[in-house]
């Protein structure tokens, strides 16, 4: 295989379908930045330690710059961009990083929102040292992760409400 | 709706906030411009060697591959092939300043030897592996202690030795004759790397409208990106930097380097935007370290503990080359005497160079390891005379009725180190009570009983802040009644636009979403000097500040006319002026706007200028001085040397907080960035001065599951220094954290009696040392 060889594939982000022609090695980050312009996914260390690239595929959390984007071929993306109901309204775990400072520079942002949301998913009632450990594979520099931990708690809380 | 009261010292959400949730932030690296390069770098895979050719065929032959450029194809536009900075320190620093492109010699691993341009990033990568160069190797230096007496690093150079001088106060040596007590330290201190989680990188834009330039660059001094680039290339002023989002700095962005200049000389030369993302690899051997320091002291002090004097010696490697003056061995030796009296001081100060990757500021700039070293001696008096260590530090912290107090030193502006204000045996005292200090020693012995190892220790910092001479505000209120904040201090994850729109909207009388903060954008302000040293609070906040209330001043000369009332009788308002007790008496601050943008031969308000606009440049010429007192509660694991922070107090007086919520943020993350510095963060080298930690599974930053909840408290004394009152906060948080950690750790391994001399202390090496201990 030819490193400028090609392949199309279809890939649903956000929920939109994307049918393109891609070069076989472009990763699932690049694509996704680049091809699609959606830039809100960030790398990091492009060598799967930071987070800062996390997507969930098929609803479950990966490192986009580990993933070739034909490896996405026929799956649901969800990105940082798709998290939010709408323009109007943020999702009660994007309220909870903003009322707890959740976040400074905003560059791991993207990558703890994707880790947080399966993760409370799987675990809605999580302890503190359960969400530490949800997040200890993304890296933050700013936060000293007390405003991220506190804010995932709270959106356990958030999330719970809107549930009953 | 916001009032002045409510405004300065309130705890909102930031106005960054929702873009960020959203994905919707603006970095480099998100920039796509059509037509636009992308550039890679060839780098020296060694310490140092002669470039005896570069063969570019391969590379060239690449579908894709535009141009592939050395230091001699960028020459043909630039002024000089080097960085030729001023030294304002009057260091000889001619041979140090780093090159666009390596000169036909390489003296660090990573140093950039040639630049690929190619259609995307892939292929650019692709063909810099394609470069032959054909070097020869030359001797080289990997340990700086060996650098007096080894061949030169670079071959221009004549001593690898930069410069030798002394730290000094009192009588020194008359101090430790009469000492009671003199005891001696050996340190190695190491503080790795910033690691932002976003690394380096640019894009050199060639506007299309008027073929000038624009660099959009992840840096933390867009006006010294713009002034060195100018002076470089020749630029008049069609050369405008403007840093977007920036995902982190802690001192590595503030420099200018190699690809900076490179990759602008490229886009000149070509005529082309050009962009340069780095990889986390790039960042480990290029983005400045602060790594070794080698201290030897001794401190003097009387029967009762008291402090008589230090003195010793400090060797500092600053690496291949000097991106600015290598201020901070000056910053560790000068500032060690901290909190503390001390009659006494004599550091003797050397700077080495080495074949590695260049020194400059990172979080703390020198002022950590100088805690460190003075905490690690009053550890060692405590220690050595069985006292207390907190009762050490009080007899010797300067007492709050003593402020303003004088060192007799001077800080590098050449003023004056007066600290301004503070009151450090009550931060310690307070600190002391939430940590529970009086109770651990039962904690400790109930945990010994089952085997547990649990230690306490504490430390002091104090910080230098609002670095001058000036920053610049300029607040300006359009038509639409919106105001906008231009600020040449830079945002880089501090919250620097809502704190800034909290100062303006408090003089201004708006809500503060209805403010724009434009920072570091060379097109908005022309003078500029960027965010470090804790720094832009103070500065910028306080330039910001006047120029809010010049403006208002001048909404009420206008509004007095208009509304036919004194201007003692007015006040800025719901973004109007108002007579006060008449609000339905107003004038809108939009309309005002709109009066003095001026109708051509129409008349204008007497007594003011044109523009509803002002600007400051407020000069500052002394530091306002922040502190901390941290105590840390650990427990560790004498199998493996894993340490826990069971509890963590970090006390701080940054004076006045604007947001309470944004200086805690940025303590938990100093505190963090200490936590790294105390147990896990080497930038390693191997005896072949190659790099050995070159990713973040090598390189350790601490995760969400070593640090601890910490508790933060404040004292909120006024710096008399500036309007604001308000002192800075960013480093703060860091510089006593190692200190504490480790004094932390020894206690723990009292039954071992194991003293330590170093930062970082990985749990191997905690085991080795009590493994020594027991044999």
Known sequence: M??????????????????????????????????????????????????????????????????????????????????????????????????????????????????????????????????????????????????????????????????? | MSSPTTTIGSRITRLEDEPLLRGRGRFFDDIALSGMWHAAFVRSPHPHALIKSIDTGAALALPGVHAVLTLDDLAKIMVSRRMTRHSNSGMPLDKCWPFALAPGEVSYVGEPVAMVLADNRYIAEDAAALVMVDYEILPFVADVRKAKDSPPIRRELASNVITTYKVAFGDVDAAFAKAAHVFKRELWQHRGAAHSIEARGLVAELRQADGGITVHASTQKAHDLQQTLTTLMDFDQDLRVAAPDIGGGFGAKLCVYSEDVAVTAAAKLLNRSIKWTEDRREYFTNAVHERDQYWHLEIAVDAEAKVLGVRGKLLHDTGAFTHQDPNIPYNSASTMSGPYIVPGLSIDVTIAMSNKTPVSSVRGAGYPQAAFAMERLLDLVAHEMKLDRAEVRRRNLIPAHKMPYKKPLKARSGAAMEYDSGDYPACQAEALTAAGWDDFPKRQAAARASGRYLGIGLAHGVKGTGRGPFESGLVRISRTGKVTVFTGASAMGQGLGTAMAQIAAAQIGVPVENVTVVAGDTSGVSLGLGGFASRQTVTAGSSVHLAALAVADKAKKVASHILEAAEHDLELAGGEVRVVGAPQLNVKLGEIARILQGAPGYGFPAGVDPGLEATSMHRMDSLSYANACHVAEVEVDTETGEVKILRYVAMQDSGVLINPMMVEGQIHGGVAHGIGNAFYEWMGYDDGAQPVTTTLADYLLPTATEVPMFTTLYKETRSPLNPLGVKGVGEAGTIPAAAALISAVEDALSPFNVRIGQVPLTPMKIVEMIRAAKI
Do not use: W
Not at chain 1, 30 to 43: A, M, N, Q, V
Not at chain 1, 130 to 148: D, F, H, K, M
């Open chain 1, 2 to 164: 030819e490193m400028t060889d090609k392949r199309t594939i279809t890939v649903s982000v956000n929920g939109t379908k994307h049918t393109k022609e891609v070069p076989v090695r472009i990763t699932l980050a690049d694509f996704i930045r680049y091809e699609l312009g959606l830039t809100g996914t960030h790398l990091g260390c492009e060598h799967g330690v930071c987070g800062a690239c996390t997507i969930l595929l098929d609803g479950r959390s990966a490192r986009s710059c580990l993933m070739l984007a034909v490896q996405a071929d026929g799956h649901e993306v969800l990105t940082v961009e798709g998290i939010a109901p709408g323009p109007d309204a943020l999702h009660p775990l994007q309220e909870a990083f903003r009322d707890n400072h959740g976040l400074q520079c905003g560059f791991c942002t993207p990558g703890m929102l994707t880790t947080l949301l399966e993760f409370l998913g799987d675990n809605p009632d999580p302890t503190e040292q359960e969400v530490r450990v949800a997040i200890s594979g993304n890296l933050c520099r700013c936060t000293g992760y007390q405003g991220i931990v506190l804010a995932a708690l709270d959106a356990a809380k958030r999330m719970k409400a809107g549930r009953a």
